[in-house]
């Protein structure tokens, strides 16, 4: 899935992976500029 924002200058790419690798989170949380306590604010919404 590819994710657009405006002001990110690369689009955020989260692959359909059952388990996606930690690297992918820490690069999709820093170009999106989203701190991990928001990420798992985020994270816990979706459940």
Do not use: A, Q
């Not at 692959?15 to 690798?21: A, F, L, R, S, V």
């Not at 949380?29 to 919404?45: A, P, T, V, W």
């Amino acid at each position: 899935m590819i994710y657009t924002k405006r002001g990110v200058l690369r689009p955020i790419v989260i692959p359909k992976y059952t388990n996606i690798p930690v690297f992918i989170i820490k690069n999709n949380l820093r170009s999106g500029g989203i701190n991990r306590e928001r990420y798992f604010e985020l994270l816990g919404k979706c459940r």
